[in-house]
């Protein structure tokens, strides 16, 4: 039988009749149904990484951190206890999670060698150790002592350190002791956390 869109709109006022007659009420079920989304979820608080302002945002997994449960983010929204933003966010950091959740994202380091098109998967324990050895070489290469003045600087002017918005105050505290004492002197953060 061919149900036209009239007769579908019939039946469904027919249906809202009968919860009536029959005191159903259907609200609480459509409650539900909104709740259920991150009823179980677990809320890790973050920050939005795209620019320096920093807004807060809500992560929630899916599990309570059971050992049985893989953790899963089914939803990111504006944290609302969060001074900067106070649970606002602009149209990119709403689309958060969308990187998260990216097949495209990256999740472990790459390296492009020298005179290669392509990027190659490398573990961490080698990106670590290749990274030590290259800031050792620059380090050694461009080390400054003393200006054409003859003064004494002790400054490294081959290498440069940027962070992101994301890190911390403790991060960057860590970061500026650590480039100081290789005599690193431009250091940039865009972080306002
Ligand atoms: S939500 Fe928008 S304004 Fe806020 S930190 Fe992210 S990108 Fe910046």
């Given at each position: ?7 579908f ?8 009749a ?12 459509y ?36 050992k ?10 504006g944290d ?40 190659e998967?490398?573990?961490?324990d ?59 002197c ?8």
């Amino acid at each position: 039988m061919d149900t036209t869109r009239r007769d579908f709109l019939k039946v469904a006022a027919a249906g809202g009749a009968a919860a009536t007659v029959f005191g159903f009420d259907l609200a609480p079920a459509y409650a539900q149904l909104r709740e259920l989304k991150i009823a179980r979820a677990t809320e890790t608080r973050s920050t939005c990484p795209y620019c320096s302002v920093s807004c807060g945002v809500i992560i929630y997994t899916l599990g309570d951190r059971a050992k049985n449960v893989t953790p899963q983010v089914i939803h990111v929204e504006g944290d609302p206890d969060h001074p900067i933003n106070r649970g606002t966010l602009c149209p990119k950091g709403a689309s958060l999670e969308q990187d998260i959740l990216n097949p495209r994202r990256l999740t472990k380091p790459q390296v492009r060698r020298p005179g290669k098109t392509e990027w190659e998967d490398i573990s961490w324990d080698n990106a670590i150790g290749e990274i030590a050895q290259r800031v050792k070489k620059t380090r050694d290469e461009t080390f400054v002592e003393k200006d054409a003045s003859g003064r004494t600087v002790n400054r490294c002017e081959g290498m440069a350190f940027t962070g992101g918005c994301t890190d911390t105050n403790e991060f960057n505290y860590l970061v500026v002791k650590a480039m100081r004492s290789l005599g690193v002197c431009y250091l940039e953060n865009q972080a306002r956390v």
